[in-house]
């Protein structure tokens, strides 16, 4: 039986599966420690087989009104089982909690699909408030979008928006039209 958990059972396991998602292209590069930053911050799932850690999801606060969904991952031995679908809608729903805008970002054609399906849209990244943009360049190291790019991948980088707060969804239109957000 799988479960969604919002604490870890061992850090080894997460080590191990950290590396298997930074083998995978569609994954910059994750550290143990920022999964453990967001662990604390309570901004961390996982999914178990019985006792056995099989994948993450998390979200980021970006501010008051957004926040970053993503990492996802799911070990490649349990893929195409739905559990994708499950963490990602998990994390969605807990994100939005307190009904602030979610971003995500991903070349990966199967999170596309899902977040299409949990509502998102596809945006672009200059049209969203200057803070998610910002928050979107300071993430990215230049070693992170190195690795990034050596893992070479057809499908393009997509950014993706779902808004749920009034008044940042008048900035993120007045912004698509040319203006300031
Ligand atoms: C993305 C990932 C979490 C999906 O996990 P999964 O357990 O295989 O996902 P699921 O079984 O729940 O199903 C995925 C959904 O995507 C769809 N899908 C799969 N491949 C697809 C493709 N090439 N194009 C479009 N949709 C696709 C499936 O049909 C399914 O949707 P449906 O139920 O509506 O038909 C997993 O593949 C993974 O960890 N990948 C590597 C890391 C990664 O890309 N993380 C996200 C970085 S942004």
């Known amino acids: 039986m799988i479960e969604i958990r919002d604490s870890l059972h061992s850090v080894d396991a997460l080590a191990a599966l950290v590396d298997e998602a930074n083998a995978s292209p569609f994954i910059g590069s994750l550290s143990v420690e920022e ?3 967001l ?17 993450f999801g998390g979200w980021i606060p970006i501010n008051a009104q957004w926040a970053e969904a993503g990492p996802f991952f799911v070990s ?3 893929r195409g089982q739905g559990l994708g679908k499950r963490i990602i809608h998990e ?6 909690r307190d009904g602030i805008n979610q971003y995500a970002v991903t070349r990966n054609l199967a999170v596309k699909h899902m977040l299409k399906v949990e509502g998102f849209q596809e945006v672009r990244l200059v049209s969203l408030p200057a803070a998610v943009q910002l928050f979107v360049i300071r993430k990215v190291s230049i070693a992170k979008a190195l690795r990034f790019i050596q ?13 749920r707060h009034q008044a940042a969804a008048q900035s993120h239109r ?3 039209q040319g203006e300031t957000a």
């Open 35 to 37: 999964l453990t930053h």
């Open 39 to 55: 662990l604390r911050g309570g901004t961390l799932r996982f999914l178990y087989a019985a006792d056995t850690l099989v994948g």
């Open 76 to 78: 490649e031995q349990v």
């Open 91 to 96: 994390v969605i729903v807990q994100g939005a």
């Open 151 to 163: 893992k070479r991948y057809p499908e393009p980088v997509s950014h993706f928006a779902l808004i």
């Open 174 to 176: 007045r912004s698509g």
